[in-house]
T-cell receptor
C-alpha cells in the first residue's frame, strides 16, 4: 500500500515465498501503469507495465494485476530471491501520454528473509 | 546500448550556492525528465524536456531550471541552494512519443546525491 513521510510500508517475506505488493491510484483517467524496482544506491529500474485495457500481465516471476473498479494495482513476485530486496514503486501515466511525467506512489520496501 | 548517465554522482554544496547536474540519455531517446527524491516526499517530478523544449513542469520554485541540447543531453540547475534541496536527483529518458504509451517508459540513471550544508 501507500504511506506518507519516512514510514514506507515494509513487506517482509521468506526467501522462496511469493510476495504481493499493492498500490492504490487516484486518477481514473490513468491509461498506463508501470512498476519500478529501486535498489539501494541505484535509480528505479523498469520491471513490468500494463495498459488500462488489460487486467493482468505476466513477466518472468512477476505478475501485475489491475483492478480499475477500485483503482488498485498489485505486483506479485513468485519464489522471491535475495536480489528482490528493494523498494517497489507503482507509477501511472495519464491518458494524455507521458508529457506530464510519471506520478509515483510512495513505494513499498520489500525485505527478503533468508 | 549504454544506459542513462548522470554526473556527478555526489555533490556537497553550501546554502546560497548554485549547482548544475548533467544527464546523458539513452541513445535515440529524445525525452529527458528530472525528478527529486527525498525520504519525506518520495519521487517528485521536476520537468521534462523534449527536442530542446520544456514540455512540462512540476510544482517546484523557479530556482530549479533546466535545458536540453541538440544531442538530447540535459542539464538542470538549482540556484540559491537551500538545506531542503538536499536530495537524490534522478534523470530519466524515454522516446517520449505521447501517443504511443509504451514508448514513454522511462529509464532512470543512478542519480546525483546532492547534500546542502
Amino acid at each position: 500500500g501507500e504511506s506518507v513521510g519516512l514510514h514506507l510500508p515494509t513487506l517482509s517475506v521468506q526467501e522462496g515465498d511469493n510476495s504481493i505488493i499493492n498500490c492504490a491510484y487516484s486518477n481514473s483517467a490513468s491509461d498506463y501503469f508501470i512498476w519500478y524496482k529501486q535498489e539501494s544506491g541505484k535509480g528505479p529500474q523498469f520491471i513490468i507495465d500494463i495498459r488500462s485495457n488489460m487486467d493482468k500481465r505476466q513477466g518472468q516471476r512477476v505478475t501485475v494485476l489491475l483492478n480499475k473498479t477500485v483503482k488498485h494495482l498489485s505486483l506479485q513476485i513468485a519464489a522471491t530471491q535475495p536480489g528482490d530486496s528493494a523498494v517497489y514503486f507503482c507509477a501511472e501515466i495519464g491518458s494524455g501520454g507521458g508529457a506530464d511525467g510519471l506520478t509515483f506512489g510512495k513505494g513499498t520496501h520489500l525485505i527478503i528473509q533468508p | 546500448k549504454a544506459g542513462v548517465t548522470q554526473t556527478p554522482r555526489y555533490l556537497i554544496k553550501t546554502r546560497g550556492q548554485q549547482v548544475t547536474l548533467s544527464c546523458s540519455p539513452i541513445s535515440g531517446h529524445r525525452s529527458v525528465s528530472w525528478y527529486q527524491q527525498t525520504p519525506g516526499q518520495g519521487l517528485q517530478f521536476l520537468f521534462e524536456y523534449f527536442s530542446e523544449t520544456q514540455r512540462n513542469k512540476g510544482n517546484f520554485p523557479g530556482r530549479f531550471s533546466g535545458r536540453q541540447f541538440s544531442n538530447s543531453r540535459s542539464e538542470m540547475n538549482v540556484s540559491t541552494l537551500e538545506l531542503g534541496d538536499s536530495a537524490l536527483y534522478l534523470c530519466a529518458s524515454s522516446y517520449g512519443s505521447g501517443s504511443q504509451l509504451a514508448k514513454n517508459i522511462q529509464y532512470f540513471g543512478a542519480g546525483t546525491r546532492l547534500s546542502v550544508l
